[in-house]
């Protein structure tokens, strides 16, 4: 094993600079600001950011939805409450009864349907194109998010129908995505490129969360999805005006950025949508490198994105406003290390020559191994809440550094079927998101801090063997067969 890895650094080491010069040797760079590149950046930050928003307010307007939240809480709370009692505020809306394991089954309910279209989700974006399949995608999350208040008061089991279906619509997103910059992110731009597109997603938490806490105060819980379903709404249209599937299709793009964006990338992208070598995708063993960190990544993530919420009410003794301000903080430092981390991957790749497949191992053990320290920390604070506060911001944000590792190395290997590996990739680790929340919930029925210790040991083991596999099986160069040259039938 370790002789084979040796061949294969060896052959990288010829192979990256040869393609270092091949993509960008006499191509005049076409400047970034205002170019229509990291306008599609910007804007897939916006369509993430609408994604995310609606994907964890829920989180957040549950605490509120519960029945007797507040004196449940003030009996079985390890710690004490950090709130001055309010007078509540004349809220019409209605509450429910839902015990644990009902609540693990809505917050996973959206995964259900989120695991259905990762694959189908990349293969169409491979053959129509990605830009209305990405809009229409989160669109349908959005109308599926405005009719959230009616399903509830159905019951639970058309809310978890409902979420299914926002599932559904949204698990087209990352697979339509990471095809569109298959055609639009020039090599040695991936990093900072992708990051800025899908760190939409941690923003889009970081403003979620605690905007949700101060809607479920001040209004009631039924607020949050009419306004964040308004904000997806008015994406929908900026993404339909603005955006085209490929450079060659942008009607404002300038000459020299669409010779730029094409040039770099003629000796990567296959010449045809109609092939697709699945048997040699699915042998791939970088491929599998990358589903089981995918995978192990999002254990935590997930857990921590659906019960963050409820460990601060419930183990912290936050209320509903402070709780969505703290449960904000870990995906705010997420947010802000993977934009500097994007950056520091293609200046590494770039200005000193560093193999891609060291800086994308690197990041990835940096993202997966620290935060599972800091998670396990997390769990020995007690009642010391600046300290858990300290560890899970710590935990997240370390992460963040994780999306110039394994998160865009399907763009490296192949470029081409970008979509087509992320949908594979990502129908794995949508796993943990259908079942990590019951999991915890089922392990957390008495709300102590024993119990959350077994849920943060286990989302940190799952983390390092990960981060382990993808460093030992991953690759950073273009795979023999994620180019067709000539088709034999």
């Known amino acids: 094993m370790m002789e084979h890895s040796a061949s294969d650094s ?12 091949k993509d960008t040797g006499d191509i005049q760079k076409a400047p970034a600001c205002c170019s229509s590149r990291y306008g599609l950046a ?25 029945k007797n939240r507040s004196s449940v809480n003030n009996s079985s709370s390890v710690c004490p409450h950090h709130s001055i009692p309010v007078p509540k505020h004349n809220h019409t809306a209605s509450v429910y009864d839902w015990d644990s394991e009902t609540q693990g089954w809505i917050l996973g309910s959206f995964f259900y349907g989120y695991i259905l279209t990762q694959i189908p989700g990349g293969y169409l974006a491979r053959k129509y194109g990605a830009k209305w399949l990405f809009g229409i995608g989160i669109l349908c999350t959005v109308i599926f998010t405005l009719l959230t208040p009616v399903a509830t008061d159905l019951g639970a089991g058309y809310l978890i129908a409902v979420r299914v279906l926002e599932g559904i619509g949204e698990g087209v997103s990352y697979p339509a995505m990471h095809a569109m910059w298959a055609s639009w992110a020039p090599p040695l731009e991936r990093s900072r490129l992708l990051t800025i597109s899908y760190t939409g997603a941690q923003l889009g938490t970081v403003v979620a969360l605690p905007l949700s806490g101060q809607i479920c105060f001040y209004l009631d819980w039924t607020y949050v999805f009419y306004i964040f ?86 183990i912290l003794g936050f209320s509903i406003q402070q709780n969505g301000m703290l449960s904000a903080l870990p995906y705010l430092g997420c947010w802000l290390l993977a ?26 053990i940096v993202g997966m191994v ?9 769990g020995y604070t007690g009642c010391n809440f600046v300290l858990a506060i300290a560890f899970l911001t710590l935990s997240s944000s370390l992460g963040g550094v994780s999306a110039s590792g394994f998160n865009i190395n399907h763009l490296d290997i192949a470029p081409s079927y970008a979509g087509i590996l ?63 040259r000539i088709h034999i039938q």
Request: net charge positive; charged share 15%.
């Open 10 to 21: 060896e052959t990288e080491d010829h192979v990256q600079p040869l393609l270092r010069r």
């Open 42 to 66: 910007f804007l897939s930050c916006y369509g993430f950011f609408v994604a995310y928003a609606l994907r964890v307010n829920l989180s957040v307007a549950m605490v509120d939805m519960l």
């Open 229 to 314: 379903g308004a904000v997806g709404l008015l994406w929908f249209v900026l993404w339909a005006y603005f955006v085209s599937n490929s450079p060659s299709l942008h009607k404002r793009i300038s000459a020299d950025e669409k010779t730029y964006i094409m040039a770099s990338l003629k000796n990567e992208l296959s010449p045809t949508t109609d092939y697709i070598p699945w048997t040699s995708i699915l042998k791939s063993l970088p491929l599998w490198a990358i589903v089981v960190a995918h995978f192990s990544y999002n254990w935590t993530f997930y857990t921590l994105l659906t019960l963050l919420p409820t460990y601060m009410n419930d």
């Open 339 to 364: 934009l500097l981390g994007g950056q520091l991957a293609d200046l590494l790749r770039e200005k000193y020559l560093i193999r891609t497949v060291i800086v994308r191992k690197a990041f990835t």
């Open 370 to 378: 620290g935060p599972a320290v800091f998670l396990v920390a997390a």
């Open 422 to 484: 992320l949908g594979i990739t990502n129908s794995f680790a949508t796993i943990p998101g259908m079942v990590g929340p019951v999991i915890a919930r089922s392990l957390t029925k008495s709300n102590t801090i024993p119990e959350w210790q077994i849920v943060f040991y286990i989302s940190a083991a799952i983390n390092i063997f990960g981060a382990v596999f993808f460093t030992i099986f991953g690759k950073g160069t273009l795979q023999p067969w994620a180019v067709q």
